[in-house]
């Protein structure tokens, strides 16, 4: 006899207890001149703000290189409490949660090698997470934009629910929409 599968459900939210961790969207390194910001609103299907929603980020060191250093999560060695950054390194991993109004930021440096940061988003209602990227103008030329499969594979006007929007020259503006008009354009890996 065969069974179908259990589906997946939600759990929670638990998302604003247990994930954020001290100086999770402070991914550069301290006082770095190159730091950019990016930042935005998750958005639901009636375009009112998520408060309760995480977003994840992932990219390579401006070098290009994709290991990463450990030290996001870095613990107190007596207590076991998670103490966050050491605000030297830069490890390429941003987590931070939205706001009462929605609002997310990470300052990060400029990913090397790639026009995009990676991105996770977590939020009540999903039975799992979206995941998507944030494609920084200033690094997408026309020939970065005809090289990437992904934007490529896309009409003009959903590529444009991926590409952040520079409000100064080293602030971004990425909204995440989870439904409806304009909704972000999400990836799916199997």
């Given amino acids: 006899m065969s069974h179908a599968p259990t589906p997946s459900q939600t759990v929670g939210p638990f998302y604003g207890y247990a994930l954020p961790f001290p100086g999770g969207s402070e991914v550069a390194p301290a ?10 609103y998750v958005l ?3 375009g009112s703000p998520v ?3 995480i977003v994840e980020t992932w990219q390579p060191a401006p070098d290009g290189s994709r290991t990463g250093l450990p030290g996001s999560l870095r613990r107190d060695p007596s207590s076991g409490k998670v103490i966050g950054r050491d605000g030297v390194d830069f490890t390429g991993f941003g987590r931070t949660p939205t706001d009462a109004a929605g609002r997310w930021f990470v300052r990060t ?8 940061l990676c991105a996770a988003v977590f939020a009540r209602g999903l039975v799992h997470h979206l995941y998507t990227r944030v494609y920084l103008p200033d690094l997408l030329d026309e020939g970065a934009e005809a090289a990437d499969p992904l934007l490529q594979s896309l009409d003009a006007e959903r590529r444009a629910t991926l590409i952040a929007t520079r409000t100064d020259p080293r602030t971004y503006r990425f909204d995440i929409r989870l439904q409806g008009d304009d909704e972000t354009v ?3 890996f199997s």
């Fill in 31 to 40: 006082g770095h001149p190159d730091t950019v910001t990016v930042h935005g």
């Fill in 44 to 46: 639901d299907g009636l």
């Fill in 51 to 53: 408060p309760d929603a």
């Fill in 109 to 116: 440096l400029p990913p090397g090698g790639v026009p995009y």
């Fill in 186 to 188: 999400f990836l799916e």
